[in-house]
């Protein structure tokens, strides 16, 4: 078993004789060289995975919708924070037996085990803090993320369909699935991805919604054409407001600051 002490001091020494962290235009790792990441890593050993879905949204939204709102979320949480992000795992757990083409993903364990997998080695280069945002409701899904966990990091999960947006909306996103909250996030974040002339409300009783409700999440009936909710009250308006309390609540509880701070 190698010393993970030893491997360290060794990273801990390119990154001293590599040239100061200057004009930081990103913190995401596919855009950086490995010096200027070890450089951030020794900053803030913290680390954010944003982990998608690939799940139909109804006719209107984009099968990645959950991948997109994850993304962006990351992005900007990244940047107002300051620390690392690593590209987006676009595959979760899927909401079993979708008959909607195209939606596929991971068993819990598969996606549990890649996860682990992924911040092992991350781990080995120093990281101590993982930040995982998810933007699909599903217990299957969200128990993966939050069973991932390696010898000495700590692991924090944020489903941001769990901070409250009701005073925005006219629905309960509680009881809806490519309703009127998904609607409004991408009509603010990809407006040219949504197809409004397509766009259909479905709004079961409270007895169907039950039957039509698993793991926290509803299944949309075949019938409902992929939309649980009221699709059509989705604005741009609301998403942009929607997409910032997500931003801003997540930034305030792992601490803002600015990038430039990393440049110094």
Same mark, same amino acid.
Do not use: C
């Given at each position: 078993?190698?010393?993970?002490?030893?491997?360290?001091?060794?990273?801990?020494?390119?990154?001293?004789?590599?040239?100061?962290?200057?004009?930081?235009?990103?913190?995401?790792?596919?855009?950086?060289?490995?010096?200027? !990441?070890?450089?951030?890593?020794?900053?803030?050993?913290?680390?954010?995975?944003?982990?998608?879905?690939?799940?139909?949204?109804?006719?209107?939204?984009?099968?990645?919708?959950?991948?997109? !709102?994850?993304?962006?979320?990351?992005?900007?949480?990244?940047?107002?924070?300051?620390?690392?992000?690593?590209?987006?795992?676009?595959?979760?757990?899927?909401?079993?037996?979708?008959?909607?083409?195209?939606?596929?993903?991971?068993?819990?364990?598969?996606?549990?085990?890649?996860?682990?997998?992924?911040?092992?080695?991350?781990?080995?280069?120093?990281?101590?803090?993982?930040?995982?945002?998810?933007?699909?409701?599903?217990?299957?899904?969200?128990?993966?993320?939050?069973?991932?966990?390696?010898?000495?990091?700590?692991?924090?999960?944020?489903?941001?369909?769990?901070?409250?947006?009701?005073?925005?909306?006219?629905?309960?996103?509680?009881?809806?699935?490519?309703?009127?909250?998904?609607?409004?996030?991408?009509?603010?974040?990809?407006?040219?991805?949504?197809?409004?002339?397509?766009?259909?409300?479905?709004?079961?009783?409270?007895?169907?919604?039950?039957?039509?409700?698993?793991?926290?999440?509803?299944?949309?009936?075949?019938?409902?054409?992929?939309?649980?909710?009221?699709?059509?009250?989705?604005?741009?308006?609301?998403?942009?407001?929607?997409?910032?309390?997500?931003?801003?609540?997540?930034?305030?509880?792992?601490?803002?600051?600015?990038?430039?701070?990393?440049?110094?």
């Amino acid at each position: 078993m190698r010393s993970r002490g030893r491997a360290t001091r060794q990273l801990a020494q390119l990154y001293a004789t590599s040239r100061t962290f200057v004009n930081v235009t990103s913190f995401a790792i596919d855009q950086l060289g490995w010096p200027a !990441i070890g450089r951030a890593i020794a900053r803030d050993p913290r680390f954010i995975l944003a982990v998608g879905a690939m799940d139909q949204h109804g006719p209107h939204l984009p099968l990645g919708a959950n991948v997109l !709102i994850a993304d962006r979320v990351a992005q900007a949480v990244s940047q107002r924070v300051g620390i690392l992000r690593a590209p987006t795992f676009s595959y979760g757990v899927p909401i079993s037996g979708d008959p909607f083409a195209g939606t596929t993903g991971l068993r819990r364990k598969t996606l549990h085990r890649a996860i682990n997998e992924l911040f092992a080695s991350w781990e080995d280069h120093g990281i101590s803090e993982f930040v995982i945002i998810t933007a699909h409701r599903y217990e299957p899904h969200l128990e993966a993320l939050l069973m991932a966990s390696t010898d000495a990091s700590t692991n924090s999960v944020y489903d941001l369909y769990q901070i409250d947006v009701r005073d925005v909306l006219e629905s309960d996103p509680e009881n809806e699935h490519g309703g009127e909250l998904e609607t409004s996030l991408l009509l603010h974040l990809a407006p040219e991805l949504v197809h409004m002339d397509e766009v259909e409300d479905f709004v079961p009783d409270a007895k169907a919604l039950r039957k039509y409700t698993r793991g926290r999440g509803p299944a949309p009936p075949p019938e409902s054409r992929g939309v649980v909710g009221r699709a059509t009250r989705g604005t741009r308006e609301k998403g942009e407001i929607v997409f910032e309390r997500y931003v801003r609540e997540i930034a305030a509880t792992l601490g803002e600051t600015s990038t430039h701070q990393a440049n110094d």
